[in-house]
């Protein structure tokens, strides 16, 4: 029966194939705006010179043309035909008209119908079916939210609605996504739903998810994204045929993005969404010679490349440094996309007194509408004394004796500077010099031949050299800076701090000369001296002759922060 019928078909289709013709083909009923469809031109029973495409006025070729050709006999008459198709995407709504398109061949120019297309307005909502899909299975582009703040993360998910069962699936095209950063989640919810729609009931599943935050403002319109599904076939025909292949596509969706509202606040770190964060110091209470870390923990659900460090605004008294990047990392959530990030801020206390630091981060929420101030309930409360060297430049001055006072008496002048002069602490004390110089001398010597025992004071650090170390970690704030002249002359005052806190010495009488002598006097290693000394001249050269790259200072610092180290596990020894 089946033959009998394709028998009596075919010559029904010869005898209209008998003439030549060229026609346009299309889209049989209206497409939605964003949506992809294809466009044929068919000669048939003829060849083709020369084939000319239309205007494709309001929309735009994805793919084509692609050129399909076939010809064969039939009672002893021949047939043949030959197209071009074309993939467009339409853009707003409205009515196109596809031009004519022209082909020449060996019996004169023939020429197609225009061909009118309607395109719909995309249907935003969410659970709609994309016009002209098949109600039984079918695919969305659905966003989260219609509108949103710049910044803010929205997502955008291809779904799967079926009433049959689904093999495989294969995502063919994705849209892109001009006006926004986009990332791929990897840990979306595949676990199969249902839902009701216009009182049918469909399994619902998520086949791909993206996170997008918008970059600018306005309307962003989003394309359609296209998927190869394997429908299984009822019944038996499932194992004797496997899967069908139907190309499913998404509707286009837009989103509306608002500017975040004017003005901005001080200290606003330029991201939107939902953040918390921690601040905590590592002392309550510190010397001059100290210096404090205060430990900054933000995370949020915000653009991290919007995002700004907070900035500290500390009392007078008090110097800061920016803040080092301890720790950063971007995660996802069952939800949602993350980021977090450790900052360290060093404090160095210049002058004594008690003082609150009330550090402050702003972030737009858009939940309530309004920035958001995040302060910590109290204020960091912090007391700092006078260490060992607050104010020891100014000491000397007090220790000058005035001038001595000069008697009225004429007569007994002369009596009475003989017997100040008798009396007098340095002649007696001259006298007693210059008495125990042999002793001295023999001493010296004979400490020379025999091993000292280490100084007791040389089992404690002294308070001094923390706050070396702090000018230390401050230098690194510098690596990434643009003027290598002042992260030089930084290190070059940390180096000095350093090794001045070891020797127990004002940093300003240190020389290359007298760092070698003390050192080595020490026991201290020649390789780790040469290389502080080696240090030293390369943070002079780039300070004072501007001969410093900035492409070293990585290189730099590390040989700097392991000579001290090296210096410091030989001074314990």
Not at 65 to 76: C, D, I, L, T, V
Not at 279 to 303: F, H, P, Q, R, Y
Request: proline share 7%; hydrophobic share 40%.
């Amino acid at each position: 029966m089946a033959i009998a019928l394709l028998t009596l078909s075919v010559p029904a289709g010869l005898s209209a194939q008998s003439d030549v013709t060229f026609e346009a083909s299309g889209p049989t009923r209206e497409v939605a705006e964003g949506t992809r469809f294809e466009v044929s031109f068919t000669l048939k029973n003829t060849t083709a010179k020369r084939f000319i495409p239309p205007d494709f006025n309001g929309f735009r070729v994805t793919s084509g043309p692609s050129e399909m050709r076939g010809a064969g006999f039939f009672n002893g008459r021949s047939y043949s035909h030959q197209s071009w198709s074309y993939e467009l995407e339409a853009g707003e709504p409205g009515a196109y008209t596809i031009g004519s398109a022209t082909v020449q061949t060996a019996g004169g120019t023939l020429r197609t119908q225009p061909l009118v297309v309607r395109v719909g307005k995309a249907r935003i909502s969410r659970n709609k079916v994309s016009p002209g899909a098949d109600d039984r299975v079918f695919i969305t582009g659905e966003l989260d939210r219609e509108t949103a703040w710049l910044g803010q993360q929205v997502h955008y998910q291809v779904k799967l609605y079926t009433q049959v069962g689904i093999s495989n699936y294969d995502i063919l095209d994705l849209p892109p996504f001009d006006g926004f950063f986009a990332q791929e989640r990897r840990r979306f919810d595949t676990r199969t739903q249902y839902q009701k729609i216009k009182g049918k009931k469909y399994a619902v599943r998520i086949l791909h998810e993206v996170v997008l935050f918008p970059q600018q403002t306005g309307s962003l319109r989003i394309g359609t994204a296209r998927v190869r599904l394997g429908v299984e076939q009822p019944g038996s025909l499932s194992a004797l045929l496997g899967s069908m292949p139907v190309l499913a596509q998404t509707q286009a969706v837009k989103l509306e993005v608002n500017p975040l509202p004017e003005p901005e606040p001080a200290n606003f770190s330029g991201v939107a969404g939902r953040y918390r964060w921690q601040v905590t110091a590592d002392k309550d209470s510190l010397t001059t010679d100290d210096a404090l870390t205060l430990t900054v923990k933000v995370e949020g659900n915000g653009d991290v490349r919007r995002f700004a460090n907070p900035a500290l605004d500390l009392p007078p008294g008090l110097e800061g440094f920016e803040p080092k990047v301890v720790t950063e990392e971007e995660y996802e959530t069952g939800e949602e996309m993350v980021h977090a990030r450790i900052l360290e801020y060093i404090i160095l206390p210049r002058q004594p007194g008690n003082y609150d630091l009330l550090p402050e981060m702003v972030v737009f929420d858009p939940d309530s509408n309004r920035y958001q101030h995040f302060r910590p309930d109290t204020p960091i409360q912090v007391r700092v004394t006078a260490g060992t060297m607050y104010g020891r430049d100014n000491t000397a001055l007090d220790t000058i004796a005035g001038p001595p006072a000069v008697r009225d008496e004429p007569i007994s002048q002369f009596w009475h500077t003989a017997t100040n002069w008798l009396t007098s602490p340095w002649l007696w004390g001259t006298i007693l010099l210059l008495a125990l110089f042999p002793v001295f001398v023999y001493w010296r010597r004979h400490r020379r031949q025999t091993p000292q025992p280490k100084p007791a004071g040389d089992e404690r650090t002294p308070l001094t050299l923390k706050v070396a170390r702090g000018r230390l970690a401050a230098v690194s704030n510098l690596l990434n800076s643009t003027d290598s002249r002042t992260f030089y002359n930084e290190l070059l005052k940390a180096l000095q701090a350093n090794i001045a806190a070891h020797l127990q010495l004002e940093p300003t009488v240190l020389t290359t000369s007298i760092v070698q002598e003390k050192l080595a006097a020490r026991g201290v290693p020649a390789q780790t001296v040469a290389t502080l000394v080696q240090v030293w001249t390369k943070c002079e050269q780039a300070v004072f002759a501007d001969q410093g790259l900035a492409t070293e200072r990585h290189a730099t610092f590390q040989q700097a922060e392991t000579a001290l180290k090296d210096l410091e596990t030989a001074l314990r020894h």
